[in-house]
């Protein structure tokens, strides 16, 4: 009779076998790495415009996307900007003005998403802060006005300065950080400036009343663009897909939990809560991606760059299709 599988062990040794089987295998296993999350640092402007960000960050959205992020604040989008040029940041918030002057200046910055899609009113987020000698757009000639050179803040005041007949040469402009001219506007150095929540309200805060808001609808419609730089969208494509769907869940979040939302953001920005909720119908916020749209108001804000000379001599309108950057958003696939 030929042995069968079990005879060919001596007597109790083949449980001794599976024993020694299954350790083995379990220590093999064990030897297996686990798949770790995705490190990436987030850059984000400090404006209630970039919520999105904000909710994927207290809600967890981006581990739920295998990312580990760290997210880091800045005091404007051009900064965050810089700091993604600098490889400092992997992606993160900014206007669209600081894209036209990197573009211009031959920096591989790219668009992947906006964030303010949700229908309504265009995201109109600047006002000018101004003392009480200023009453309208029109009395700040020759007056001492802070704004931050190269961010849409920019922009916009050479477009109310346009829109009153007025240049820039008209007034005493002064390119500062947001927070150094909330502070010397409160104290009198200067007579106002062009910024957006939460600076403007806590100025007029600290003002106890001597500042007021002086807005210009229809005015200028801002475009707040998720950015990164073509090495990254060649390299980790796969990165930007996650983030993106991070802020699409946190698009999900303030739907289902408005209120929980805004209580957030206003927490993160140290925003007045009352002000927070009357502000937040403004936002329209929804990620998506308007190639089209982009590329005209890129274009449109570039020529303005080389005509007033803000850029180098040489400088030439490129190509922004090539800036704006679209099949990252589930929909473009």
Do not use: C
Not at 13 to 40: D, K, N, Y
Not at 124 to 141: G, M
Not at 146 to 172: C, E, M, P, R, W
Not at 293 to 303: F, G, W
């Amino acid at each position: 009779m030929s042995p069968t599988f079990f005879s060919i062990f001596p007597r109790g040794s083949f449980r001794r076998w599976i024993g020694h089987l299954a350790s083995f295998a379990f220590a093999s296993l064990s030897a297996i790495p686990a798949v770790s999350a995705e490190s990436v640092v987030i850059g984000e402007g400090l404006s209630v415009g970039w919520a999105q960000f904000f909710i994927a960050d207290a809600e967890k959205l981006w581990e739920k996307q295998g990312l580990e992020a760290s997210s880091v604040i800045f005091p404007s989008g051009r900064l965050v900007l810089d700091a993604v040029v600098g490889g400092r940041v992997t992606f993160g918030t900014a206007a669209e003005t600081p894209v036209v002057f990197s573009t211009l200046n031959g920096l591989p910055v790219r668009i992947i998403a906006t964030l303010q899609n949700g229908g309504g009113k265009p995201h109109e987020p600047f006002a000018l802060v101004a003392n009480q000698s200023i009453q309208s757009a029109r009395d700040i000639k020759g007056k001492r006005i802070g704004y931050s050179q190269g961010t849409n803040a920019h922009y916009y005041l050479a477009k109310l300065l346009d829109s009153v007949g007025l240049k820039f040469s008209d007034i005493q402009a002064t390119s500062l950080t947001p927070s150094d001219f909330v502070t010397a506007t409160v104290n009198g150095t200067l007579d106002g400036f062009i910024w957006t929540e939460p600076f403007a309200s806590q100025a007029i805060a600290l003002s106890k009343g001597s500042l007021h808001a002086i807005a210009s609808p229809g005015l200028y419609k801002s475009i707040s663009a998720v950015i990164t730089l073509q090495k990254t969208i060649d390299e980790k494509p796969e990165l930007l897909r996650k983030g993106l769907l991070a802020l699409i869940a946190a698009d999900a979040e303030i739907r289902a939990n408005p209120e929980k939302s805004i209580q957030t953001v206003s927490t993160r920005l140290n925003f007045d809560l009352a002000l927070a909720r009357d502000y937040w119908p403004k936002l329209n916020l929804g990620l998506g991606l308007d190639k089209a749209e982009i590329v005209r108001e890129l274009e449109s804000q570039a020529k303005w760059a080389i005509e007033n000379k803000l850029v180098r001599p040489d400088a030439r309108i490129p190509d922004f299709n090539q800036v704006v950057v679209e099949g990252f958003l589930p929909a473009q696939r």
